[in-house]
């Protein structure tokens, strides 16, 4: 879209006044700013059609019993009421936050770690860190397919290994933790590549000087790491912390295609947005759907916030956003 | 803070999108039906089906046979029903002709006005050459008939006869017909299997034995009057039936129809399958290298209808009369022949059975005559009725028994859960 | 820790990274059987002409990648267009409401979009937007994140000092934005763009809800017919997967030799 020029106000010094360094002693009218507002303005107007209504949309939804088709009726409280009761949904809720720790836990864990070691590298820098990123270029679902040949019980590549060195098969898929587990890894496959990179980037600004003098002080590699790294990573970990929160707790896709619309064995598989998906789509459900997930939502805020005061607990005294 | 702001911002945006719901929420049928007079039909027809719904041979004559219009056949992948639906709720891009899969036609029973009533376009001339339970499961209480017979899933039990002979087990079919007569003669053969071969397993899931007890009986979960069954004696039964197969050890515990089902099938660890006859086309493609050595015997107890799927016409179509011309040639007597040999789709019009497509020796299964066991197993299949909401009803026990299954769960424990679960999901729907 | 130490974990690291994309080739140049086998096969095998054809005459392969590429080059233009803009004036304006309306920004980072599919569906129905391309582009043209990532990029790497010189030449907002600002930023938006145009291509679910349309698909849809549940046959699949993700790769490779330091210039406090 075009955009015309702004007519240049007469005086200059107007401008140098709004000076975005320091709390502005005066702002002018809001009504000068209308480039800043006409700026940010798509994204707003974006989000509340495409983003906001949909979600309000499901909100209402919530509170009418719904089939796809057919006229949708008021249902009041049910939907949430059933909701309470139904174990499924609790099981869903316990499933996704074990498969969530399982996965960001070491993700993270190891993404720090390789984002220290491509950090000491010297040479071919940018293979590594291209190698590690493209895992997470591949679509979810052909990955998932692929993990499910992996972990096959019966022609996966991980039995044949461990029968090779005299293990046994492993269920994998046919177990409760052991879908838990094969969720997990992929979700660390994929992602820890990612983390590590941004991570990275979080290492690089780090000023050298401090190390320098750390040393000269007699501290060692472990203790560097910790007293100094670690508390000044602090907000790129808090953001990949939040990121994965909401992205976690939403995990759907990678269970979905490995054990199906069950759930797997005990449904050990059927997260919360999955229970969401079926009902929804496969029973014809929409209400309740809807219900499931402004619940979702509520979860992924609540522990997004609280995942956020851990990461923050300690940071001294400012707390920024 | 922050907060309370934006708490007023979304509650202006709530009236906003409430205004704009209202007038999207209620998406029903309240279109104006299309389809104009008789000489303004539109030339362009298309058809959704999914892979093996119908023979790919067959849909790529139409053309030829109908050689005035623009025939646009698409393969769905993917889940056909959520496609289905949002394609209705948003009016566009509606087929002409849609498959419709056995297990959803309860549910688009439900959605009738959706769709036209092919009785009005002929088809009650064509009712006396389909079998008659297949041709009311298609039509709803008050006589529409909603979706035109395609084919029906007689069931039988499916081995690999060289496995079975290695495991000193009967191997010619005469000799497992009489020896699988019951399910518990059944469940010993399984037994005799593992000792002899271990890791072998008769049975993929005991979901599969479940489901095909039900399917044996007259009723499912719920019945005409929306009263929850779920607890009696037919249930009852193929869940103990189960259970026990679970007891015994015989169970692989692989998912029927997934990758490891398969990926056994093919190495031999799993050779026996109880299915419908178009499960045939899962065997072959599951287990090309395999061919010649499996059999198809008589399912212990009786045979039981495992899905079988129809075509209809969406109220929307613009040429209905012409739609209603293919889809009559389509399921006709020799095109359900074919069907049969490209697709494994077991004909819903009796008179197709003694077509040579039919009654051919079938190399796969090592020159049997397949319709011998699917012929009789077909006119023997016991009608039941099916609600929208068996689905629904069906996933607490489904869910329990894979408790059973994978966590040693006690099964009357699980039954109990699964009851009391099943009452909770139907109480919800409106079935008590 | 010593150099070779270090290197040889590194290596190890990439193996893993790096082996299922060897894997699927294996896959993909075999057939199903192949693969059913146990232990598992290891080598290439010669099917891969046959899956290739394979897959070409079960989708529309060429039409369904080139409505990919439309969408993902159209949404990430779009994005590094919008979502620059309002960096810039976040980052270097302090108007009424700013913090308010950007603690609104993050607080959408936090609305499980994905699960109002049905809705957002139906308010695309009443759009007239079904079945078009344009109910994916539109709604992706403008995304917290980017405006959140470009902000810190704006923050940091445009001095106050070429501003104000630019501001003292005349110029406005917005020529302040194209002459001083988009120059500076350009690592930010190409590791934006790049984010952008993987995220649109890999998109699945919500095309696949909206685009009723068979002949109109993105390449993620269309894949999705070659996973019938019931008979999957790992050879098409995989051939199909490693079709989409190689261009996504090519694409990696040529434009991502910064791509940390890219990211590295904009990330320096929260």
Not at chain 2, 95 to 112: H, L, R, S, V
Request: one cysteine or more; charged letters at 15%; aromatic letters at 12%.
């Amino acid at each position: 879209m075009a955009l015309s020029r702004t007519a240049v106000p007469a005086a200059p010094e107007a401008r140098t006044r709004s000076h975005p360094h320091r709390a502005p002693r005066r702002r002018r009218r809001a009504l000068s700013y209308w480039p800043q507002y006409l700026a940010i303005s798509p994204f707003y107007l974006l989000f509340a059609v495409f983003g906001l209504a949909p979600v309000l949309f499901s909100f209402y939804l919530a509170f009418q019993r719904w089939d796809g088709i057919g006229e949708s009726e008021f249902a009041g409280l049910d939907n949430f009421k059933y909701l309470i009761k139904d174990d499924v949904f609790w099981l869903s809720l316990r499933n996704t936050l074990l498969i969530w720790v399982m996965s960001t836990v070491p993700t993270l864990a190891l993404a720090m770690v390789l984002a220290v070691l491509l950090n000491s590298v010297k040479r071919f820098k940018s293979f590594y860190r291209m190698a590690f990123f493209i895992p997470n270029i591949t679509s979810v679902v052909a990955i998932s397919i692929f993990f499910g040949a992996l972990f096959a019980t019966n022609y996966g590549l991980v039995n044949a290994l461990l029968e090779a060195i005299g293990l046994g098969k492993v269920a994998w898929l046919q177990s409760e933790w052991g879908i838990k587990v094969v969720i997990a890894a992929l979700t660390v496959w994929q992602w820890t590549g990612y983390n590590a990179i941004i991570y990275l980037a979080g290492l690089q600004t780090i000023s050298t000087d401090l190390y320098e003098q750390a040393k000269v002080d007699g501290a060692n590699a472990v203790q560097i790491f910790f007293r100094i790294t670690l508390p000044l990573m602090r907000p790129i970990i808090l953001f990949t912390v939040v990121i994965s929160t909401v992205g976690g707790l939403q995990t759907f896709t990678e269970p979905k295609v490995l054990v199906g619309d069950s759930g797997g064995a005990g449904q050990s598989g059927l997260t919360m947005v999955f229970y969401f998906f079926r009902q929804a789509f496969s029973n014809n459900d929409y209400g309740y759907g809807a219900a499931i997930a402004m619940v979702v939502l509520l979860v992924v805020a609540l522990f997004t916030i609280l995942n956020w005061a851990l990461v923050q607990r300690g940071q001294d005294g400012r707390t920024r956003r | 803070m922050t907060i309370s702001r934006r708490r007023l911002l979304q509650a202006g945006l709530l009236g906003l999108a409430g205004a704009a719901v209202g007038t999207t929420a209620a998406c029903g049928d309240d279109d104006s039906p299309t389809g104009g007079g008789s000489g303004s039909e539109s030339s362009d027809i298309s058809l959704w089906y999914w892979s093996g719904g119908l023979s790919d041979k067959v849909v790529a004559d139409v053309p030829k046979q109908f050689p005035g219009i623009t025939f646009k056949p698409s393969q769905i992948g993917g889940a056909f029903k959520d496609k289905l639906v949002t394609t209705i709720s948003s009016r566009q891009f509606m087929p002409d002709i849609t498959g419709i899969k056995g297990e959803d036609i309860a549910y688009f029973m439900a959605q009738a006005g959706q769709f036209l009533d092919l009785n009005e376009l002929g088809a009650g001339d064509l009712k006396s050459q389909y079998l008659e339970w297949k041709w009311k499961q298609g039509s709803t209480p008050d006589g529409k008939l909603i979706g035109f017979p395609i084919d029906i899933g007689p069931t039988a039990l499916f081995y690999r006869a060289d496995i079975f002979k290695k495991a000193g087990l009967p191997s010619e079919v005469a000799d497992v017909t009489a020896a699988a007569g019951t399910w518990d003669a059944y469940f010993d053969l399984g037994t005799k299997l593992k000792k002899a071969l271990p890791g072998t397993f008769l049975v993929g899931e005991a979901a599969e034995v479940f489901d095909m007890a039900v399917n044996q009986s007259t009723k499912r979960y719920a019945d005409a009057d929306k009263k929850f069954i779920g607890d009696q004696e037919h249930i009852r039964r193929a869940w103990d039936l189960a259970t026990k197969a679970v007891k015994l050890g015989i169970s692989f515990k692989v998912q029927s129809g997934k990758q490891d089902a398969n990926a056994a099938m093919s190495q031999g660890t799993l050779p026996g399958k109880l299915g419908a006859a178009w499960v045939a086309l899962d065997i072959k493609s599951a287990a090309e290298k395999t061919s010649g050595k499996w059999r198809v015997a008589p399912m212990p107890e009786g045979p039981a209808n495992q899905g079988g799927s129809f075509l209809a016409i969406p109220k929307s179509s613009k040429a209905p009369k012409k739609s209603f011309e293919i889809i009559k040639w389509l399921l006709d007597v020799d095109n359900q022949g074919r069907g049969y040999t490209d697709s494994a789709l077991f004909p819903s019009a009796p008179a197709a059975y003694k077509l040579p497509a039919l009654t051919a020796p079938d190399e796969f299964f090592g020159g049997q005559v397949t319709i011998d066991v699917f012929g009789p197993a077909a006119q023997k299949i016991p009608v039941a009725y099916e609600s929208q909401y068996d689905g629904v009803l069906r996933d607490p026990f489904a869910a329990e028994l894979s408790n059973v299954e994978s966590k040693g769960k006690d099964p009357e424990a699980a039954w109990n859960d699964a009851v009391s679960a099943a009452k909770k999901a139907g109480e919800r729907v409106g079935v008590s | 820790m010593g150099g070779l130490l270090l290197h040889a974990v590194l290596i190890g690291g990439t193996i893993l990274a790096l082996f299922p994309f060897y894997w699927m080739v294996v896959m993909a140049t075999n057939t199903n059987a192949d693969i059913y086998q146990f232990p598992p096969k290891f080598t290439f095998g010669s099917e891969l002409a046959t899956n290739l054809r394979n897959v070409f005459d079960s989708i529309d392969f060429f039409g369904s990648m080139l409505n990919t590429i439309i969408v993902a080059g159209t949404t990430t233009g779009l994005v590094l267009f919008f979502d620059s803009l309002a960096a810039f004036a976040f980052a270097k304006f302090d108007f009424p409401g700013r913090k308010v309306l950007f603690g609104v920004l993050i607080g959408t980072f936090f609305l499980p979009v994905g699960l109002a599919v049905i809705p957002g569906f139906v308010i695309m129905v009443e759009l007239g937007w079904v079945g078009s391309l344009k109910a994916l582009i539109v709604p992706a043209a403008a995304n917290a994140f980017g405006i959140f990532f470009l902000r810190q990029y704006v923050h940091n790497a445009v001095p106050d000092s070429v501003l104000d010189a630019a501001r003292l030449d005349g110029a406005g907002f917005f020529r302040q934005y194209y002459r001083v600002v988009v120059p500076m930023i350009r690592p930010g938006l190409a590791f934006l763009g790049i984010y952008t145009f993987i995220a649109s291509w890999n998109d699945f679910i919500w095309p696949l809800v909206v685009l009723v349309n068979p002949d109109q698909v993105t390449l993620q849809v269309a894949l999705q017919q070659l996973n019938t549940v019931h008979n999957l046959d790992y050879s098409r699949v995989m051939t199909g997967a490693l079709l989409s993700v190689i261009p996504l790769i090519l694409m990696f490779l040529l434009f991502a030799r910064n791509f940390v330091s890219d990211l590295a210039k904009g990330a320096v406090r929260e």
